[in-house]
């Protein structure tokens, strides 16, 4: 029987392919270093795994959204630069400057927090600035960049931080040619020239997510911040599928079928019976639901490789279980049902799901729930292979 009958259903995460991935975009973004950003638990990939992974192959920096996933970083031992960026007032600040984490400041209330943390630490706090040259989210705007730089620099002239990155983040990188790009870009050099004027050396300036790493050359600056890309998947159609990227997928999610059973036709199939039998058949229940991450809104249109064929969605996702047709076929139960993949077996991928849900491939793999368990293959490189996994 199939390895994954043992289990309900499983992600499976090739950190060979991650590895493969990162010096890909090392080599995309040469002369810039490489962040693995690694937020939301690795893209719901594994954080910690993966920023091992990602540090094996030669990223120097590690991000995340939040300070508390930083310090889950530090925890599990992980050294070297880490930055996070979406801090609320009151956060832990001073565990941050402790851990020696590189923090976000856009706003003077942040740069105040972060200051008296350090004070509170004994030691300067490794402060990023944060420039909002366009997106409208986080970051300081233009009008109020000198008063930010000006604290900023008193602050640093006192001892209680260094200034170690100005940033900014992109609205439209993955949509190419689009005239916020330049725009944005025009902004952040100007900003950056302002700051550098009253005398801040940064070791890093950087502006480009992945589909600016991989598209926008003269935004890589001294870094560059990989997210979705690292983890195999195109950040937008429009750039062009993971394979033409030179990428491939990460993950693959899969479950054991839990039943097939013969149905007649006019049957009605899932709540609300949106969907009825056109004809005898058989039906498989595949026992992951949107309680797992599968997107209801891809009831009647997901994509699953069953039996060696690509089956949909019959009716609606539930919370624990779906159904298929399988139109006559009877697999045993046990047997494998593929979500997604990297594609190498004709099974759908994170894009096909994301295409079946109206969304986009990060949210397909961030959202796969917490009781799908994560199993990580390929963990250690064989250096005298050039990398390739045991």
């Not at 599990?76 to 851990?99: F, K, S």
């Not at 927090?113 to 409208?136: M, N």
Request: charged residues 20%; contains cysteine.
């Amino acid at each position: 029987m199939n390895e994954t009958a043992s289990l309900r259903a499983r992600a499976e995460i090739d950190l060979a392919a991650l590895r493969a991935n990162v010096r890909v975009l090392r080599e995309r973004a040469a002369g810039a270093q490489l962040m693995a950003v690694v937020k939301s638990d690795g893209y719901g990939h594994g954080a910690v795994p993966c920023a091992r992974a990602a540090r094996a192959a030669g990223a120097t920096w590690l991000g995340t959204a939040t300070p508390h996933e930083a310090l889950a970083l530090r925890a599990a031992g992980l050294d070297g630069r880490i930055m996070c960026w979406l801090w609320t007032p009151g956060g832990p600040w001073r565990e941050a400057v402790e851990a020696g984490i590189d923090v976000s400041a856009g706003a003077m209330w942040a740069l105040r927090e972060a200051v008296a943390a350090a004070r509170s630490a004994g030691r300067p706090a490794r402060v990023q600035l944060k420039a909002d040259t366009g997106l409208g989210r986080g970051g300081c705007q233009p009008a109020d960049w000198p008063e930010l730089v000006g604290a900023a620099r008193d602050a640093e002239r006192a001892g209680h931080l260094r200034i170690t990155g100005l940033w900014s983040h992109f609205a439209c990188a993955d949509e190419p040619g689009h005239p916020s790009i330049a725009a944005q870009l025009d902004v952040y050099r100007d900003m950056v020239a302002y700051a550098e004027k009253e005398g801040v050396e940064p070791e890093v300036r950087h502006m480009a997510n992945s589909p600016a790493t991989l598209t926008i050359p003269e935004a890589h600056f001294d870094l560059v911040r990989t997210g979705i890309a690292m983890y195999g998947i195109s950040p937008a159609p429009e750039l062009g599928t993971s394979a033409e990227l030179g990428l491939r997928p990460v993950m693959t999610l899969s479950a054991s079928v839990a039943l097939v059973k013969d149905a007649p036709a006019g049957h009605g199939v899932s709540y609300g019976y949106h969907y009825t039998t056109p004809a005898d058949t058989t039906l498989g229940l595949i026992p992951v639901g949107y309680a797992d991450g599968v997107p209801r809104h891809a009831s009647g249109s997901g994509p699953v490789l069953v039996g060696g064929k690509v089956r949909t969605v019959a009716g609606r996702v539930a919370m624990d279980q779906f159904v298929v047709d399988l139109g006559g076929d009877r697999p045993e139960a046990g047997a494998e049902a593929v979500l997604f993949g990297p594609g190498d077996r004709g099974e759908p991928t994170a894009q096909d799901w994301a295409e079946a849900a109206g969304t986009i491939a990060y949210e397909i793999v961030t959202r796969i729930g917490a009781r799908v368990p994560r199993v990580h293959v390929n963990e250690t490189p064989d250096e005298t292979a050039g990398g390739v996994p045991r």
